[in-house]
């Protein structure tokens, strides 16, 4: 039921910038979070960002101070500000939500389809 589509994902030169945005097909409100994980060719899965639904925020430290995670509940997108790109963040990156309702036995997880972000010259 819950569907995630990621967008912005481009070519970009290392130092440049870019918004990648996760719409989802309800409110993000509901989420006990959402966020951001990464994969490049060869590699696994892993955290880049995510906003919590009590308001807090928490990045990798490979992107802490680069990377700003953005959330617009009237537009269910929660967004990805990425600065001074860098070659290492090239990666498929996939949105990711968490859902745990009352009647849930544990929470529900559920991903997007990815968005490809290349940094090189």
């Known amino acids: 039921q819950v569907q995630l589509v990621e967008s912005g994902g481009d070519l970009v030169q290392p130092g440049g910038s870019l918004r990648l945005s996760c719409v989802a097909s309800?409110?993000?409100?509901?989420?006990?979070?959402v966020g951001w994980y990464r994969q490049a060719p060869g590699k696994e899965r892993r955290f880049v960002a995510t906003?919590?639904?009590?308001?807090?925020?928490y990045y990798a430290d490979a992107v802490q101070g680069r990377f700003l995670v953005s959330r617009d509940n009237a537009k269910n997108t929660v967004y990805l500000q990425m600065d001074n790109l860098q070659p290492e963040d090239t990666a498929a990156y996939f949105c990711?939500?968490?859902?745990?309702?009352?009647?849930?036995?544990?929470?529900?997880?559920?991903w997007g389809q990815g968005t490809q972000v290349t940094v090189s010259s």
């Open positions: 990711n939500a968490i859902l745990k309702r009352l009647s849930d036995s544990v929470p529900q997880s559920f």
């Open positions: 309800e409110s993000i409100s509901s989420f006990t979070s």
């Open positions: 906003t919590t639904s009590d308001g807090s925020f």
